[in-house]
């Protein structure tokens, strides 16, 4: 009976680290560790305009656009779980990605922040491709994967001590693909997909800043 209860209470749980991890809200998590939690250098103001920016173009612009697609009939859910229903979000990504490294989050401005956009649309535009050929990546642990690279990456190159950090987020990659799997929204091959979707073009592009 105490094991019944236990697996109740992992199934009601996991569910929420899907939504607490959801990928857009990793843009802003990796802004306030960037702005807030890491040594940098900028001003108050270039702080606070900057995650304004993020919060607008990651946060706000793609639910906003899910409610117009959802009213449209294109998806269903926050999750999006239908292959079919990906491609148009993905590509509103990547233009929103774009317009955030062209007018924001600048090379002049921020480079390492920069390159972190920059390897997630890398990430997208594979993701994008492989649904053409019937491959679903999970995008929860694109984001949370690559957010922990770049928090290992920063800690690095500033020479930081985010211990506890970076073994919080190491956790939550197994947290959230074990919620992905409970909400029966990914294969496990699917979440590995993604995983290394989201670990790779960090590492590929480290090399430009690191």
């Not at 991890?21 to 250098?41: G, K, M, Q, T, W």
Request: hydrophobic share 60%.
């Amino acid at each position: 009976m105490q094991l019944n209860k236990k697996q109740y209470l992992l199934k009601k749980t996991l569910p929420i680290f899907s939504y607490v991890f959801h990928p857009i809200f990793i843009p802003v998590y990796a802004a306030l560790f960037y702005f807030f939690l890491n040594d940098s250098y900028f001003t108050n103001l270039e702080k606070y305009f900057a995650v304004f920016q993020i919060v607008i173009i990651t946060i706000v612009l793609p639910i906003l656009s899910f409610f117009v697609l959802r009213t449209a009939g294109q998806v269903d859910s926050v999750m999006i779980s239908e292959l079919a229903q990906r491609k148009i979000p993905l590509i509103i990504q990547c233009f929103l990605t774009i317009l955030l490294v062209q007018k924001s989050i600048t090379l002049d401005h921020f480079p390492e922040f920069y390159f972190f956009f920059l390897a997630g649309l890398l990430s997208t535009i594979v993701a994008l491709a492989l649904l053409f050929f019937k491959i679903k990546a999970s995008l929860h642990l694109v984001a949370i994967s690559a957010l922990t690279i770049f928090v290992i990456s920063l800690s690095i190159h500033n020479q930081t001590r985010n211990l506890y950090l970076i073994a919080f987020l190491v956790l939550m990659n197994g947290v959230v693909a074990s919620s992905r799997l409970e909400m029966k929204a990914h294969t496990p091959k699917e979440l590995v997909i993604g995983f290394l979707l989201g670990v790779f073009p960090q590492l590929l592009l480290l090399r430009f800043w690191l």
